[in-house]
């Protein structure tokens, strides 16, 4: 077996970029071979499905980064927003000596932050749907986990892994149980206490996998922070530019942690002060005045200019620092807007519907057990290609609610199907803008990311089943 471990060793996995690209030239290669087709909205709100003539694209493969990135202008806008942001505010150092004196005042207690952070996320994922606005609580965990002695992964799974565990198994999500189950016409929030059983069994699990992984990589504080791909920038006197990091090579190391003074200056403290009342905002903003990413970014534009006001920054160092962070975080705009692009060609090759109603048509013999488990892996197919899951709600519920009732199985756990299906795969999909952007400011990058998470993907993904099958057994 040592030959075949040395094949493997001695393969190289593609970057994203070539991964996408690739992506994207199967998908313009499937226009030229697969039928059109598209479904039609009916007067009644029913949707029938119709042939059309495709559209085979090949010049659309050099325009569909210039599509995709106006197609998800709104989230590259925020990526580029926030990442700047967060380069002021790091600048100023007062998270860093913040986070400091946070070690020093838990010792021994890491493992309760751990669990504690982990069930925030997974509830706000649970109750409001939280996604995109994970992606600056990335930049505000990881440091912190890091300085605690263990590693940007940690980070990520503590607050985009938590959350999208929540979103999976939703019982309150607007965003998906209520678009659902207003489609498939069930009662809003109906069949809340089996959602928020599996809710709890996936929330513990991650749980005793954070524990596990925590007690696997833990080392002395200041040595895992030499380790770390993230760092957080030195202030200086003027920015000097910086090279965006490149996803898809290997990390540069960081410059040396410089050790945290052990008190803090009235600005830093005023800096935190700004900060916490930032991310309370943030959770109000969403959870009750509808906020989304355009508040969210109005917000930490606020946030990042107040915090540089204080530090005593003038108005071109203030610039100058905002500038650097969004040239920092400008390959994960890239990544979000060449991602899109596939969704782009399929659209606009006029195959994304006949794609979906092949599929429909292979469940119509399958029996009950079957058909759920297929419902569930063409949601998770399905998300690769379209990640929203109000888009996903809206072209794939109205046809499989009423196959559903043929086949025997409840409108409950096809809805249920579509919540698992949709927010498992989410946490490794490469078209996910929202886990680019995140693993950007984790500093991770994708092809490292994917040799940790698969496992725990593929479990959840397991479970998620035995708990979908489950529905057959009981009134749901």
């Known amino acids: 077996m040592k030959w075949l471990r040395s094949i493997f060793r001695g393969i190289k996995v593609p970057g994203t970029y070539t991964i996408i690209f690739a992506m994207i030239l199967l998908s313009a290669l499937l226009t030229w071979f697969l039928p059109g087709g598209e479904y039609v909205k009916g007067e009644e709100g029913t949707l029938s499905y119709r042939d059309v003539e495709s559209v085979p694209q090949l010049f659309g493969v050099f325009t569909a980064l210039y599509h995709g990135f106006v197609k998800q202008s709104g989230i590259i806008i925020f990526i580029l927003i926030v990442g700047g942001s967060f380069w002021l505010l790091n600048s100023t150092g007062a998270i860093s000596v913040g986070i400091g004196r946070f070690i020093r005042s838990v010792g021994r207690y890491h493992k309760v932050v751990l669990v504690a952070i982990t069930l925030l996320f997974s509830l706000a994922g649970a109750i409001f749907g939280m996604s995109e606005e994970t992606i600056p609580f990335v930049g505000i965990v990881v440091p912190l986990v890091v300085s605690m002695g263990y590693d940007a992964f940690l980070g990520m799974l503590i607050v985009y892994v938590a959350a999208n565990v929540g979103f999976s198994s939703a019982f309150l999500n607007p965003f998906t149980v209520g678009i659902a189950q207003e489609m498939a016409e069930l009662p809003l929030f109906s069949g809340m206490e089996y959602r928020l059983f599996c809710w709890a069994i996936l929330t513990l699990l991650l749980i005793l996998f954070v524990l596990f992984y925590a007690k696997s990589v833990y080392k002395a504080p200041q040595a895992a922070a030499e380790q770390q791909t993230f760092a957080a920038p030195q202030p200086t006197a003027t920015s000097q530019p910086i090279?965006?990091?490149?996803?898809?090579?290997?990390?540069?190391?960081?410059?040396?942690?410089?050790?945290?003074?052990?008190?803090?200056?009235?600005?830093?403290?005023?800096?935190?002060?700004?900060?916490?009342?930032?991310?309370?905002?943030?959770?109000?903003?969403?959870?009750?005045?509808?906020?989304?990413?355009?508040?969210?970014?109005?917000?930490?534009?606020?946030?990042?200019?107040?915090?540089?006001?204080?530090a005593g920054y003038d108005s071109g160092r203030i610039s100058s620092e905002m500038i650097a962070g969004a040239k920092d975080i400008l390959s994960s705009a890239l990544v979000v807007g060449l991602a899109s692009g596939i969704i782009v060609i399929l659209q606009e090759g006029r195959i994304i519907d006949s794609i979906l109603n092949s599929l429909q048509a292979a469940l119509n013999n399958a029996g009950g057990e079957w058909s759920l488990s297929a419902m569930y892996g063409i949601q998770a197919l399905i998300n690769t290609i379209i990640p929203s899951a109000t888009a996903k709600a809206a072209i794939t519920i109205p046809i499989m609610a009423p196959f559903s009732d043929m086949v025997g199985v409840s409108r409950q756990a096809m809805v249920l199907a579509f919540q698992f299906g949709d927010g498992?795969?989410?946490?490794?999909?490469?078209?996910?803008?929202?886990?680019?952007?995140?693993?950007?400011?984790?500093?991770?990058?994708?092809?490292?990311?994917?040799?940790?998470?698969?496992?725990?993907?593929?479990?959840?993904?397991?479970?998620?089943?035995?708990?979908?099958?489950?529905?057959?057994?009981?009134?749901?």
Do not use: D, H
Request: hydrophobic share 55%; aromatic share 8%.
């Open 243 to 310: 090279a965006a990091p490149q996803p898809t090579s290997a990390p540069q190391a960081p410059a040396e942690p410089q050790p945290c003074p052990q008190r803090m200056s009235a600005a830093q403290k005023i800096i935190l002060i700004i900060l916490f009342a930032t991310i309370v905002l943030l959770v109000v903003g969403v959870t009750l005045w509808g906020w989304y990413m355009a508040e969210i970014s109005g917000l930490f534009l606020a946030m990042g200019i107040v915090s540089g006001i204080v």
């Open 424 to 476: 498992f795969t989410n946490m490794i999909t490469p078209t996910s803008g929202v886990l680019i952007a995140s693993l950007s400011m984790a500093r991770i990058t994708y092809s490292e990311w994917v040799r940790k998470i698969w496992r725990p993907v593929l479990a959840l993904m397991v479970i998620g089943l035995l708990l979908l099958l489950g529905t057959l057994l009981i009134t749901f």
